[in-house]
């Protein structure tokens, strides 16, 4: 298996224009293959690691899956079995009896980079893919105060951002508690966020009422609606949302927190669920 880190030689130079060779650590980024029944679905730009949780999140943010049981299986494809080299780049995945494979129309025409998750995508409409859920009822309710710490936590747990410096993350916290309950990292936001809400899926965890989704980077659209797909009532992140993604936390009754920078936030929709406490 690829490491989610590698070494290479660069030039570094100082203030006082000292050049000298030494070694560096980058986030690694190789290409992924989601198959479905043997069927080449996507090809996308990835950090190596939890590339089950990949697929499978990709999946829900798609419409195919819902449930653990959706998904029977996943393998790599190569090596002995197949009787070539096995790069680790090639994740075919068994879906549960009774649940249709995706239709052709989600197969995309080329691949995804790890900027965006929607090339390919023939218009915005094409992606606005109906949840089983809908977040706009859930009671959820969270504290500025305890917004504001959520970031920390998110830093905290970013062990391979510590060394590359060159990573996205996505953390999952409990909102009565602020618990984080698993951060995933990749050089895509998008694939950051598929692993967290992968995890959620393949351990029964869907429909994620109750939580807070924090992003490291800005908030796009399809961030948004893969935390729709998810059951996820409030997105936040660091930096700004796109207009897309406000008008898609609106529409659904997703609550969507942007610039959460210590105390100060900018709530964009459903502001209500942001509890401010006077004279704290």
Request: aromatic share 4%; hydrophobic share 40%.
């Amino acid at each position: 298996m690829q490491r989610i880190a590698v070494r290479r030689k660069v030039t570094r130079i100082s203030g006082d224009l000292d050049a000298r060779r030494t070694e560096d650590v980058l986030a690694a980024e190789e290409p992924l293959e989601i198959r479905i029944g043997g069927r080449s679905l996507v090809v996308t730009m990835r950090t190596p690691g939890n590339d089950v949780e990949l697929a499978a999140g990709f999946l829900v943010s798609e419409g195919v899956v819902s449930e653990a049981e959706h998904v029977a299986g996943a393998r790599y494809c190569g090596g002995a079995v197949d009787g070539e080299p096995n790069t680790y780049n090639v994740l075919s995945v068994s879906l549960g009896a009774g649940v249709p494979e995706p239709a052709p129309s989600l197969e995309r025409s080329f691949y995804t980079t790890s900027a965006c998750g929607l090339c390919g995508k023939t218009s915005v409409d094409e992606v606005r893919t109906r949840s089983r859920w809908t977040v706009a009822d859930d009671g959820v309710r969270v504290p500025s105060a305890l917004l504001a710490t959520l970031p920390d936590r998110l830093r905290a747990g970013q062990k391979v951002f510590d060394s590359t410096g060159g990573l996205h993350a996505a953390g999952l916290f409990d909102a009565a508690t602020g618990e984080l309950l698993v951060l995933r990292e990749d050089v895509g936001r998008h694939n950051a966020v598929d692993k967290v809400v992968g995890w959620a899926l393949l351990n029964g965890r869907l429909p994620l009422r109750g939580t807070v989704l924090l992003v490291s980077g800005r908030t796009s659209f399809e961030l948004a609606q893969k935390a729709l797909m998810a059951g996820i009532p409030m997105l936040a992140s660091v930096s700004a949302p796109s207009s897309l993604a406000v008008d898609l936390a609106e529409e659904s009754g997703l609550t969507l927190v942007g610039f959460l920078r210590g105390p100060s936030m900018v709530v964009y929709a459903r502001p209500e669920r942001v509890l401010v406490e006077v004279g704290v």
